[in-house]
C-alpha cells in the first residue's frame, strides 16, 4: 500500500512539473511573438500609434474619458481610407462595403480597462480603422461623429516594437 501511494505521489509531481514547465515555455514564446499595444479612448478620440508592425497583437483598450466608451476594430479594403468610410456612411452606404473580416470589439466604463483584448493577426501594409459608435444619450450624436475614430497602418517586420 505504501508503495502504491509513493507510485501515485512520483506520477503526479513528474505530471506536475511538466504541466508547469510546458506553461512556462509556452509563455516565454507567446512573450516573444506577441505584440502588445494599449489604445486610450478619451472624450471624443482615440490615442493610438499611427503605425503597429504586423503579426500576432494583443490590443488593450483603456478609457481615460469620463463617459462609456468602445472601440471596435476593423480591417479597411485595401486602397480605402477612414475618411472615405465616414464619407460612405454619412451618405448611406454600408460599413461592410468598405471592410473585411468581422470587427473586433471592447468596451470599457470610464476610467478603466476593458476586461479582455483583441487578439489579431495584423496583416502588413494594411490600414486598420477604430471607431466608438456609442452615444450619451439616445438623441446625441454618435462618439464617431464627435472625432472618435483613427487609423493605423501596419508597417515594419514583426520583431519591430509596436507603439502602445
Not at 5 to 25: E, F, I, K, P
Not at 30 to 59: K, L, Q, W
Not at 70 to 82: D, F, H, Q
Not at 108 to 125: F, Y
Amino acid at each position: 500500500m505504501e508503495h502504491a501511494c509513493r507510485t501515485r505521489l512520483s506520477r503526479t509531481v513528474t505530471v506536475a512539473v511538466v504541466v508547469l514547465l510546458a506553461a512556462l515555455l509556452s509563455g516565454c514564446e507567446a512573450a516573444e511573438s506577441t505584440n502588445e499595444v494599449t489604445v486610450a479612448g478619451i472624450d471624443y478620440a482615440f490615442d493610438a500609434p499611427d503605425t503597429i508592425s504586423p503579426g500576432p497583437t494583443a490590443i488593450a483598450f483603456e478609457n481615460r474619458g469620463k463617459v462609456l466608451h468602445e472601440m471596435i476594430l476593423v480591417r479597411l479594403k485595401e486602397g480605402v481610407t477612414l475618411e472615405q468610410v465616414m464619407q460612405g456612411v454619412q451618405g448611406g452606404d454600408d460599413p461592410s462595403e468598405f471592410t473585411e473580416g468581422g470587427p473586433g470589439i471592447l468596451i470599457a466604463k470610464p476610467g478603466e480597462m476593458a476586461e479582455t483584448r483583441l487578439l489579431v493577426d495584423l496583416l502588413p501594409g494594411r490600414t486598420y480603422a477604430l471607431v466608438c459608435n456609442l452615444q450619451d444619450e439616445p438623441e446625441a450624436p454618435p462618439h464617431t461623429a464627435l472625432g472618435m475614430r483613427s487609423s493605423f497602418v501596419v508597417s515594419g517586420t514583426a520583431d519591430s516594437s509596436s507603439g502602445g
